[in-house]
Structures are given as structure tokens and as C-alpha cells.
């Protein structure tokens, strides 16, 4: 099936947000389809993370409409917004240091239907990253930055999301880190997970993507398939050095 023939997942209309009236980011559209990885790539202090952020209910928009799954989710809570199916693997982690590392993936079940499912979820978690099961018991705190990095995305997989979120995931890690990462949301892609990347590690995030947008100073500029886009010499000049 074809991209465009698949259920739309979320619609971002015109969306816009701020921060303490000074604009964050205007007039944002975009979509995700059943079963896709979208990118949204730019440069430092485009809007990525309020985007992010504010579809997953961290920030409220305060023009446009938020759509999930056919649900208007524009003002609804961050915990209602995960009982809708979307998790978010926020920038910089954000674990509990001195909790163990099964303690903090535990969080990510806190949903009824996802609690029940507990056992199957750290399972598949653990198959991903086997060099959790072997820390399971360990401080997070005491973990790698890309040790880290994997906690944080299988406490938000534990939540049995429909769209996962990912907020500058390669952030701090070292290049062979970011590239192990990128095999495993790769893998759990295939294995049917929805995504909506923000990423400024431009080559990996276009390889991983079936579509991706281009935001600058809080606008979408570009947006296409990811050949599209690298065969746009200013993406290529500007976000690859090529």
C-alpha cells in the first residue's frame, strides 16, 4: 500500500505557539500517515522541539487544530494525549537517575491496557536493547548517554504507543551510538510503529525517512521526499556541507 493510500494518523493544521507572547513557530502544517517516518529537520532554534512538544501536549498552540487518529487533541492534557497512543521520547532523556533502569521503563506503562501488558512490553524492550536486561537493575543515572537514550525509548515503547515521538535523539551521543540507535528505530519501523522524528543529524534522519519537512524560524520552508529534498542544493549546502 501506498503512502498516500494509508490512514492519516495525525493532521497538524496551522498551529501555532509561543512563548510569553514572543512567536515560536507560525502557521505549522504537516501530517504523519499509519505506518510512516516523518523527519522534521532545521537548524537550531527553528520550533522542532515546541512542535514536538506541543503535539504532545507539553505546550499548548494557541491557533490551529491538533488531530489524532481522527480525535481534536489541540487542548487536551499531555496524560490524555498518551491515552490517545502517542509517547514521546523527550530531548535529553528526562529519566529518574536513581531509579534502576526497569523501574524507569515501568513508568512508560502506566496506562491500564499498557500495565497489562507489563511482561510482553520490558520483553520486546529487552530484545531491542539486550544490554538492558543486563542492567536492568542498575541506577539510570549510572548508565552511558546512549545507555540512556535506549531507556528513554523503551519506556516510551512500554506505553504501547500508535506514534512515537522523538526529540533530537542523536543529541550528545557519539557517531557509532547514534548509528546502533538509528538501526533499532529502524527495526521497530518495520515492526509497525508510527514516527514523527525531530532531528538535527540531517543525513540520518532523511535515510530513516519516507517523508520529511524543512522548519526555519518557526515556518515550514520544504517539504517532500527525502531524494527530493537532497537534490535541493541549498538543503544540501545548508544541512549537509555538501
Sequence with gaps: MSISAKPMLLEVANISV???GAPAILGVSLEVAAGEIVSVIGPNGAGKSTLINAI???LRAEAGVLR???ADITRIPPHRVCHHGIALVPENR???AGMTVEENLEIG???PAARRHREHGLERVYALFPMLRERRHQPAGTLSGGQQQMVAVGRALMAEPKLLLLDEPSLGLAPAVVGELFRVLRAIHE???SMLLVEQSVAQA???ADRAYVLEEGRIVA?????QLLAQSRIREVYLGL
Design 94 to 96: 528526562r529519566l529518574f
Design 56 to 58: 504532545a501536549g507539553l
Design 223 to 227: 517539504t517532500g521526499l527525502p531524494d
Design 109 to 111: 506503562c502506566y496506562r
Design 18 to 20: 509561543g512563548y510569553g
Design 206 to 208: 532523511l535515510d530513516l
Design 68 to 70: 489524532f487518529d481522527g
Design 191 to 193: 515492526d509497525g510503529m
